[in-house]
């Protein structure tokens, strides 16, 4: 008994380190950055639909990200890195992780909304 005590108590802590080192990993992704030389990366949205189905970026690369909207209200979420931009907003982030991630609209738009995805392609 006292032996599957200890078993199952260092298999507990083993998951927690693996839990906390995947999230450590995911928070690198994309940094909050400030740099004077940043790409700027507007994203336009209008009812149901970005202006554009991918968006480009360097690895590395400091970006200004913003939303304008054309027709309706809008906002913007990229889960997996942790970017959410709002409209009259922007932010800058460093993305350290070569990938393809989702673009979605994330205020509540409409009929549509559900529709409102792009990508972000990270090379």
């Known amino acids: ?9 260092i298999l507990a802590i083993a ?7 995947a999230s450590e990993d995911s928070s690198n992704a994309a940094v909050e950055t400030s740099s004077a030389d940043a790409k700027e990366l507007k994203i336009i949205a209008s009812d149901f639909a970005f202006d554009q189905t991918e968006y480009k970026v360097a690895v590395g690369e400091p970006v200004n990200f913003s939303i304008e ?3 309706g209200f809008h906002a913007f979420k990229i889960k997996k890195l942790g970017i959410e931009i709002d409209q009259g907003s922007s ?3 460093t993305i350290n992780e070569p990938g393809t991630y ?7 738009c409409g009929s549509g909304h559900n529709e409102m995805v792009s990508t972000l392609v990270v090379e």
């Open 1 to 9: 008994m006292k032996k599957m005590l200890i078993l199952i108590t």
């Open 69 to 71: 909207n054309a027709d």
């Open 91 to 93: 932010k800058q982030f």
């Open 102 to 108: 989702e673009i979605r609209c994330s205020i509540q």
């Open 15 to 21: 998951l927690t380190a693996a839990a906390c080192a």
